[in-house]
């Protein structure tokens, strides 16, 4: 089976740290779309350390209920480079919504949030920090892959859980029997 896969490719080396990715992103994700500014709620962050000239935009990605998701590698410059040599722990360059921090989570509600290519109808050419990048650091991507069928938690699913791992069944569970009782 082939899939279309979309990609926004970072030159690091192109960030100058300026963050006009995230305010796009959360202009563009605000409800409805353009109505504030709450860079909590952007789904690309840009982390930075002034000192040594490095800013690196990085994606939400995935929600994990562990603390470590893994030990991502970037590519800076030519050199493979974990976060450490920059004085930055790993998280900081890590898309995940994890318990140990408070990104890539929606401000109100704390369900985790990741990009979604700015998938709207009509469709973009291409995603709000893509377009809004002034250095072109942000570039966007599509191409078809081989994949193999794989059964995928929808939102929603991972939205329950989140809400179930921090509240517990039972109160999800009453607090949606009230919700449905006040709708009839």
Known sequence: MKRKVKIIK???????????????????????????????RSRIQVFRNELKNVFVPVKGSFYTAAECAGRPLYMIGEKMQSGYEYGESVCSFCGAACP?????????????????????????????????????ALTYEEREEEVEEEVKLEELDIGIQVMVDKYGLEKVLDTVARMTQKEE
């Open 10 to 40: 970072i030159d690091l080396d192109k960030c100058m740290g300026c963050r006009a990715c995230e305010v796009a992103c959360a202009a563009f994700h605000s409800n409805p779309k353009y109505a504030s500014v709450n860079p909590a």
């Open 100 to 136: 140990s921090r408070d990104l890539f989570k929606e401000p109100d509600s704390g369900l985790p949030i990741k990009c979604d290519m700015c998938e709207t109808e009509p469709p973009l050419d291409e995603p709000m920090c893509v377009k809004w990048c002034l250095v072109d």
